[in-house]
Nanobody, 115 residues
């Protein structure tokens, strides 16, 4: 079992930056993929970015060039640096981890970008 706790959300003006953090605990040795999803009201949850044990990362097109995902395996953390934020980035952001057999989710952190 893996337990995930997110932090770093908040209210920011358009063009601003936020850094989300996700701390993992439990059976973290088995995790190979970690990342962030987001869900805006009335919309489906979408993958924002993920990063794998080898370091390869993927981003949804709408955040490429603005967001950077990183992972610290020693600290059991994954981060999402979000720059040049837009109102359409407003959503609840969820950290996830995948150990190949199951997915684990955090409770989410709200990001609100005002215009």
């Amino acid at each position: 079992q893996v337990h995930l706790v997110e932090s770093g959300g908040g209210l920011v003006q358009a063009g601003g930056s936020l850094r989300l953090s996700c701390a993992a605990s439990g059976s973290v040795f088995s995790i190979y993929g970690m990342g962030w999803y987001r869900q805006a009201p009335g919309q489906q949850r979408e993958l924002v970015a993920d990063v794998f044990t080898g370091g390869s990362a993927n981003y949804v097109d709408s955040v490429k060039g603005r967001f950077t995902i990183s992972r610290d395996n020693d600290k059991k953390m994954v981060y999402l640096q979000m720059n040049s934020l837009k109102p359409e980035d407003t959503a609840a952001y969820f950290c996830y981890a995948d150990d190949g057999a199951a997915e684990f989710w955090g409770q989410g952190t709200q990001v609100t970008v005002s215009s």
